[in-house]
Every structure is written in C-alpha cells, then in structure tokens.
C-alpha cells in the first residue's frame, strides 16, 4: 500500500535550517506530483510547495525564496530545504502524493499523505 515517511523535523532557532525528507512507497513515485503542507496552530492546513513529475515547482508567497523543493527519484525521496526560517514557519508537515503527474494547489488532488511532522522555531 502506500506509504509517505517524514522524517528532518525538530526544534530550530530563528533564522536557522531544516531540511524535510519524505520517502515514497507502494506507488510509482517518478509518475506523481508531490507536495508539501502544512498546519500550524489553530491553523487550517495550507500549501508550502509542490513539484510536479517533471520537476516543475510551486511555492507559496511566504516562503518564496526561503524553502526549496527538489525530488530524487532514484530514491523515491522528496525533499523541503528550509533556511531562514521564522517564528511563524512553526507547524505539523505533511507529505502528500497528488492524484496525476501534475501539481495542483487544491488538496482535492491529494489522495495520501504522510503522517505529519512537527518543525517548531522558537528561541
């Protein structure tokens, strides 16, 4: 069956680094848009960044510039580098497969995701 595995999360300072990993199985995973999302406190879950088969990427406004999304596909692996971040990147992370080989925004075109993991930044 598939399977999404987070792992990279933990606690960083202000302006430091993290970088999320999510390793695929159960699915062809170079046939698939990916993405990541996010849920911070008393949040709604929202898009970080997606990347579609071709390795098109997507990001939203607020981490532009910040984070990067990349794919290894002989690994079966996603990625979510994150540098600078702030107070307010501070949220459960979630992996998620996309229903085709595109990236669409809308979470109607995730049809698994992994079971979150937690980046909190804080001093």
């Known amino acids: 069956q598939v399977q999404l595995v987070e792992s990279g999360g933990g606690l960083v300072q202000p302006g430091g680094s993290l970088r999320l990993s999510c390793v695929a199985s159960?699915?062809?995973?170079?046939?698939?848009?990916m993405g990541w999302y996010r849920q911070g406190p008393g949040k709604e879950r929202e898009l970080v960044a997606g990347?579609?088969?071709?390795?098109?990427?997507d990001y939203v406004k607020s981490v532009e510039g910040r984070f990067t999304i990349s794919r290894d596909n002989a690994k079966n692996t996603m990625y979510l580098q994150m540098n600078s971040l702030r107070p307010d990147d501070t949220a459960v992370y979630y992996c998620?497969?996309?229903?085709?080989?595109?990236?669409?925004?809308?979470?109607?075109?995730?049809?698994?995701w992994g079971q979150g993991i937690q980046v909190t930044v804080s001093s």
């Open positions: 990347v579609t088969r071709g390795g098109s990427t």
């Open positions: 159960g699915f062809t995973f170079s046939n698939y848009g």
């Open positions: 998620a497969k996309q229903t085709h080989e595109y990236f669409h925004r809308d979470q109607r075109f995730v049809d698994y």
